[in-house]
């Protein structure tokens, strides 16, 4: 391939593979797509694994005397692998891992890992307002503290509700001006099987889905382990089958706040 022609440039950014270039985006842009390598057949039998779970969650909050519409929490599975754990593959993706690796450090963890619903025949959607991953913050930071991979169940498209960015955001403290969104908003369509990445401080929002079909995705967030998970997955997922070691990291396992000096000197104790 061609070399870009260039002038008094003295450095110049060096990618080593395909990774490092999707990388470049996602640091000049804040989000970028990355094939999660699925074939048709994995993707219909994670469909119908969604499909199963928003059921059997909807059962278990009834159970419990809760209306997830009353709560709000109708579109949303949260820790959707604890009710289909084929998604937990999902979340271990090879390809995504090494680009969390790269950009978060060689040790991170999995904030939350929901399943969303964009309802047809354009239903109020949730995540429908703009907003950053680590929301109610106004600060740039030089390396992302967290990356958003939303993982495409169905095609994104613009008819049924595909995700907005604004280019750059991450970039700046404050939300920009109603009349920049309007100028310079964006919107990521992909086939399914796709993850959308974006730096959590990269603003986003959904859009209204106008086709007769739900649009389903899987949204997870990563992060340093310093922040803290929306839900304690550790709990949660204490009886998943399976998880090596590392995933356990990943998940959060060993992460708990000590409960007393005593707790603190006998954990150094075992180091």
């Keep these: 391939m061609t070399e870009i022609d260039r002038y008094g440039v003295k450095e110049t950014a060096v990618v080593r593979d395909d990774i490092d270039v999707l990388i470049e985006d996602l640091r000049l842009t804040g989000y970028t797509t990355l094939d999660a390598g699925l074939t048709g057949e994995q993707l219909?039998?994670?469909?119908?694994?969604?499909?199963?779970?928003?059921?059997?969650?909807?059962?278990?909050?009834?159970?419990?005397?809760?209306?997830?519409?009353?709560?709000?929490e109708r579109d949303t599975i949260r820790v959707l692998?604890?009710?289909?754990?084929?998604?937990?593959?999902?979340?271990?993706?090879?390809?995504?891992?090494?680009?969390?690796?790269?950009m978060l450090g060689g040790y991170y963890i999995l904030n939350q890992v929901n399943g969303l619903i964009n309802r047809a025949n354009g239903s109020k959607y949730g995540q429908a307002s703009f907003h950053r991953d680590l929301p109610y913050q106004h600060f740039v930071s030089s390396r992302p503290l967290a990356i958003n991979a939303l993982f495409a169940l169905d095609?994104?498209?613009?008819?049924?509700?595909?995700?907005?960015?604004?280019?750059?955001?991450?970039?700046?403290?404050?939300?920009?001006?109603?009349?920049?969104?309007?100028?310079?908003?964006s919107q990521v369509t992909v086939p399914r099987g796709t993850f959308i990445i974006l730096d959590c401080m990269l603003y986003h929002a959904g859009s209204t889905n106008h086709?007769?079909?739900?649009?389903?995705?899987?949204?997870?967030?990563?992060?340093i382990p310093m922040l803290r998970q929306q839900l304690h997955l550790p709990s949660?997922?204490?009886?998943?089958?399976?998880?090596?070691?590392?995933?356990?990291?990943?998940?959060?396992?060993?992460?708990?706040?000590?409960?007393?000096?005593?707790?603190?000197?006998?954990?150094?104790?075992?180091?």
């Design 211 to 223: 086709t007769d079909r739900n649009r389903r995705g899987v949204n997870h967030v990563f992060t």
């Design 155 to 185: 095609d994104f498209t613009a008819e049924n509700g595909a995700t907005r960015v604004i280019p750059a955001s991450h970039h700046r403290e404050d939300f920009p001006s109603d009349e920049t969104v309007r100028r310079r908003q």
């Design 81 to 102: 692998p604890k009710y289909a754990p084929a998604f937990m593959a999902i979340a271990f993706n090879e390809r995504l891992a090494q680009m969390l690796s790269r």
């Design 44 to 72: 219909d039998a994670l469909s119908s694994d969604f499909d199963a779970a928003e059921v059997e969650y909807a059962e278990q909050a009834a159970s419990a005397g809760y209306d997830l519409s009353t709560i709000g």
């Design 236 to 271: 949660i997922l204490s009886d998943f089958p399976g998880l090596s070691a590392d995933q356990k990291k990943i998940l959060g396992f060993g992460l708990d706040e000590y409960r007393s000096v005593d707790a603190w000197f006998s954990a150094r104790a075992k180091k």
